[in-house]
């Protein structure tokens, strides 16, 4: 699911900044949302909706997306019994996380490509750097949300030397998942991203493992 509100960063390397509806006004709201998850939620003979994800846009942008569309549909599927998680920028993990503790989530991915001040990708709309904003509400929410959160990076072009340091500070923080995908270059033919996607990936794990890095596998 895709609510509406767009971002409060200008990440480089993210569409979400980039499109036009980035604004309240939507053609589906919070109730559509949880309509939907009654919709997919069974066919003819069985249960076949098993989870959601929330995706795309800020789903913690501020307190109107969050009451309107997140907390609604994660209530909603916790009522249905469907797994639920989002995707976040983490500047707002603590400030909601009160209300995010009575609810059963089961992923807290945050999004993270690099590491200190030259990790130019996470600038606000300001030009101001957010990692140190994303460390502090991170280690405030750990006591919270140890077993669910990730932290995601996405694998840019010459940004790769990033990894191991960030690597090493989500062991140091104590988050237990970290995952890496590739961003994908629209130049090459779909038959040719798959091999060039697990490359790069395969040589981020060379480095974060011969860097020692991971302290265990």
């Given at each position: 699911f895709v609510f509406p509100g767009g971002c409060q960063?200008?990440?480089d390397d993210c569409i979400v900044g980039q499109r036009s509806?980035?604004?309240?006004?939507?053609?589906?709201s919070g109730d559509d949302f949880c309509t939907i998850i009654d919709q997919l939620l069974y066919n003819t003979t069985?249960?076949?909706?098993?989870?959601?994800?929330?995706a795309g846009e800020e789903v913690l942008l501020n307190n109107r997306?969050?009451?309107?569309?997140?907390?609604?549909?994660?209530?909603?599927?916790?009522?249905?019994?469907?797994?639920?998680?989002?995707?976040?920028?983490?500047?707002?993990l603590a400030r909601f996380a009160p209300r995010l503790a009575a609810m059963n989530i089961r992923k807290i991915v945050v999004s993270l490509n690099g590491i200190g001040d030259d990790n130019?990708?996470?600038?606000?709309?300001?030009?101001?750097?957010?990692?140190?904003?994303?460390?502090r509400n991170l280690e405030q929410?750990?006591?919270?949300?140890?077993e669910q959160l990730v932290?995601?990076?996405v694998l840019c072009p010459g940004r790769s030397r990033q990894l191991v340091p960030l690597?090493?500070?989500?062991?140091?923080?104590?988050?237990k998942e970290f995952t890496i995908s590739p961003l994908l270059d629209l130049e090459l033919l779909p038959s040719q991203q798959m091999g060039r996607c697990q490359d790069l990936v395969e040589e981020a794990y060379d480095d974060i493992e011969n860097a020692g890095a991971l302290g265990r596998k």
């Open positions: 960063l200008a990440c509806e980035n604004s309240m006004k939507a053609e589906l069985s249960r076949v909706l098993h989870s959601v994800f929330l997306v969050f009451t309107e569309y997140t907390e609604k549909v994660i209530r909603y599927a916790n009522k249905r019994q469907v797994m639920i998680g989002f995707v976040t920028n983490g500047l707002n130019n990708d996470r600038l606000d709309k300001r030009g101001r750097s957010s990692y140190d904003r994303v460390i929410v750990l006591p919270l949300f140890r932290i995601a990076a690597v090493q500070k989500a062991v140091e923080l104590g988050i």
